[in-house]
């Protein structure tokens, strides 16, 4: 089951059918504990709608979203590379095998943008890069109750420059996309999941890459554990994994560039750059 976030409100699609959500607010639906039995009942006492037209919005609302870093050998690789004048490379090698992970603040709802919305590169940066990543939709109760599509824009500049700097490499207007959708689902996402990015410029893909969740060193429920550890989350929390994807050093993204990030299973996440 799809769970999707629209200007209509909420609707749950199955075998190509949406189906309308009854709810109060998008908050009080994400953190019903009973949200996969609401979601079946809903597809059994609802008649399916049209849905091509509607307008998707982010599935976040009041939910902080965190991310976790260097949990890809390809981003510890990168991060060694971009840091290694800084004196910062050591951290990134040390973190990816350390027991504890790397957590970090990535946005308040505000600052997501959903499907087809534009993401922004920072004025004052001059190496920008999207981080398509696996994202975990989390309840008040620290259970996985699903997963969406997540682009953590980056500056790699500004973080290579000292590690110090990654919360402004990292948090700002438009720094975050997430969506489409949410695929509820009670069972842990298969290893044998594929992320792909295509970044398009003029119409060419200027970029393409993919990974395989198997290359994910750490395990979601431990990095959800972490996450929860004197921190409590009253409207959830989504925690988007960490990316397997880094461009070459010499790509940077420009002002009109599509993003799609496919993750097979979810769906795919289309974004432009201001
Ligand atoms: O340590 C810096 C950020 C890492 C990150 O965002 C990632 O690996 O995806
Ligand atoms: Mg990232």
């Not at 981080?131 to 008040?140: A, D, Q, S, V, Y």
């Not at 620290?142 to 700097?165: A, F, K, Q, W």
Request: charged share 25%.
């Amino acid at each position: 089951m799809k769970l999707y976030r629209t200007e209509n409100g909420a609707y749950v699609e199955r075998d190509g059918m949406y189906y309308p959500v009854a709810s109060e607010s998008w908050d009080e639906l994400i953190c019903d504990p009973a949200l996969h039995q609401r979601l079946q009942e809903s597809i059994h006492q609802n008649i399916p709608e049209a849905f091509d037209g509607a307008v998707i919005l982010p599935p976040v609302v009041s939910q902080e979203v965190w991310a976790a870093g260097v949990t890809y050998y390809r981003s510890r690789d990168a991060r060694m590379g971009e840091s290694k004048d800084s004196g910062g490379g050591s951290f990134y090698d040390r973190v990816y095998s350390a027991e504890r992970p790397e957590l970090f603040f990535k946005a308040t709802g505000r600052r997501v943008v959903g499907h087809k919305a534009a993401v922004r590169i920072r004025s004052d940066a001059t190496w920008s890069v999207p981080e398509p990543e696996l994202t975990l939709c989390i309840n008040p109760a620290g259970t996985i109750v699903g997963y969406t599509i997540g682009n953590d824009m980056s500056s790699r500049d500004i973080e290579g420059e000292n590690p110090l700097y990654l919360p402004q490499a990292k948090v700002y207007d438009g720094s975050c996309a997430l969506g489409p959708c949410i695929l509820i689902s009670g069972d842990p996402i298969s290893k044998e999941t594929d992320i792909q990015i295509d970044i398009l410029r003029g119409g060419r893909a200027e970029f393409s890459g993919s990974t395989k969740l198997a290359e994910l060193k750490r395990d979601p429920v431990d990095l959800v554990k972490y996450l929860f550890r004197e921190n409590s989350f009253p409207q959830g929390a989504f925690l988007m994994t960490g990316t397997g994807i880094v461009p070459g050093d010499d790509f940077t993204l420009a002002s009109g560039d599509i993003i799609r990030i496919q993750i097979s299973e979810i769906g795919t996440l289309e974004n432009y750059v201001a």
